[in-house]
């Protein structure tokens, strides 16, 4: 594996390239250097996140020292502006200070690397000790957090329909699962392979928080971003696994439009093709497969969809019926011909995908 | 001059829609020097962004650009930011 000494994100070109093209050009160097430079580090961010999603990324050394299987937790604070990653305010081993959006986010960073680590033996998001970074206060009333390739960005909501996005951990847990795909399945983000893509965010976000509360699936919520509407929202989350659909009705956000069947699968060009509506099949899916096998949804259910997102079978642009078909193969590997794969294959032809 | 901004994508992909019509405003130059620097800087087809990143379509009389995060300039994020807080 190759290590370069970690990248540096700089997302924060403000200057558009069009003038960096002509300032480059410039005969004076004061004005054609940094412009030069700065369409060099963009060529390399734009290379690099392009060999990022062919090739899946190389990781950023851990610091040096650093033990094995443990985090390497560091936390910036963008002060509401939007340039990443900011100013440092905790890293790893410090105690908890004031600011409790920071503390969140640590503690959201250490619960996703806890699962990862304790059920399925994984050191960190790309499985070689990738630092977690995070920043917060990104942007003013930000309504959005996202894994951007290379670290977690934290909005603080508008306070009208959405609180501060640290608060949910299955939304951190959503995140850096991005950041886990990228490294492995790599899935496509658009129509099927994209719905996948969130559904496998979705299904680990949603395990992250029933393993730091020591749920099982019988007690799980299987809501994603609870916590997160604001009081005057009618709604109690913004997806629901149990019950896609359900999530929320409001008279500003609409009502929850998932579908959890293929009956009412969603065609359209918007949202990347849908992949935040038909995620909810199978999302629902592994809902109903965990439930069938109870007790803790991580241990059988969490490890055979595992299994297919890191086996390396699973092609970036896999259909919702390639995945199904893998998991089913996962099970009859890892369990037999057990429940396991008896609840597998019930799960998703109760959500109208065929394994056969 | 009409600017107008739709927001797609997101964690929650949940839309956002709002416009701004600058005629008879006291600030439309601001506006209208804001809009121009944010279309030249735009896109005329959908940048691939990044998982649960915003997608940003900013239409200005009738030409249409993309934009997605993080990718903005300071331009584009002022005016997104501005559509979306002051617009209908």
Not at chain 1, 70 to 95: F, I, M, N, W
Not at chain 1, 245 to 265: C, E, F
Request: charged share 20%; with cysteine; hydrophobic share 35%.
């Amino acid at each position: 594996m190759t290590t370069n000494g970690g990248f540096q994100p700089v997302f924060c070109t403000i200057v558009p390239p069009h003038v960096l093209d002509k300032l480059a050009q410039h005969e004076d160097s004061a004005l054609a250097d940094p412009a030069r430079r700065t369409l060099e580090r963009d060529a390399y961010e734009r290379t690099h996140r392009r060999l990022t999603t062919v090739l899946g990324a190389s990781a950023a050394a851990p610091p040096a020292g650093a033990a094995a299987d443990q985090p390497h937790r560091t936390v910036y604070d963008a002060g509401h502006t939007q340039d990443l990653p900011g100013e440092k305010v905790r890293a790893e081993g410090s105690e908890p200070g004031q600011d409790a959006t920071v503390n969140r986010a640590y503690a959201g960073l250490g619960a996703t690397f806890d699962l990862y680590l304790k059920a399925y033996g994984r050191d960190s998001i790309d499985g070689g000790g990738l630092p977690l970074d995070a920043t917060v206060h990104f942007g003013e009333n930000y309504d959005n957090a996202f894994w951007n390739g290379e670290q977690m960005v934290f909005g603080d909501g508008d306070n009208e329909i959405f609180l501060d996005f640290t608060i949910p951990v299955d939304v951190i847990g959503h995140e850096l699962t991005h950041g886990v795909t990228q490294y492995t399945a790599n899935l496509t983000y658009f129509g099927q392979p994209g719905a996948l893509n969130e559904s496998l965010s979705d299904v680990f976000g949603s395990l992250i928080k029933q393993y730091s509360l020591g749920q099982t699936a019988a007690e799980a919520d299987w809501l994603i971003g609870a916590g997160l509407l604001a009081p005057g929202v009618s709604g109690s989350a913004l997806r629901s696994m149990k019950a896609p659909g359900t999530a929320y009705d409001d008279d500003v956000l609409g009502k929850d439009p998932q579908p959890a069947t293929m009956d009412d699968y969603v065609k359209t060009g918007r949202d990347n093709g849908g992949v935040h509506l038909n995620s909810g099949i199978p999302n629902h899916a592994f809902y109903l497969a965990a439930t069938a096998l109870g007790g803790n949804a991580w241990e059988r259910a969490g490890q055979i969809w595992y299994d297919v997102l890191t086996g390396g079978e699973l092609p970036t642009q896999a259909s919702f019926a390639d995945f199904a078909k893998l998991t089913a193969a996962a099970a009859k590997a890892r369990f037999q011909e057990g429940e396991e794969l008896q609840a597998v294959l019930k799960a998703w032809e109760q959500v109208g995908v065929r394994t056969a | 001059m009409r600017i107008q901004v739709k927001r797609t994508g997101g964690f929650a992909g949940i839309e956002r829609y709002a416009e701004v019509d600058t005629s008879g405003r006291p600030d439309a130059h601001e506006w209208h020097a804001l809009a121009e620097q944010a279309v030249a800087a735009g896109r005329g087809t959908p940048p691939v962004g990044v998982p649960d990143g915003f997608s940003y379509q900013i239409t200005v009389d009738g030409k249409t650009v993309y934009a997605a995060d993080p990718r903005l300039t300071g331009e584009q994020r002022k005016l997104i930011t501005r559509v979306l807080k002051e617009g209908a």
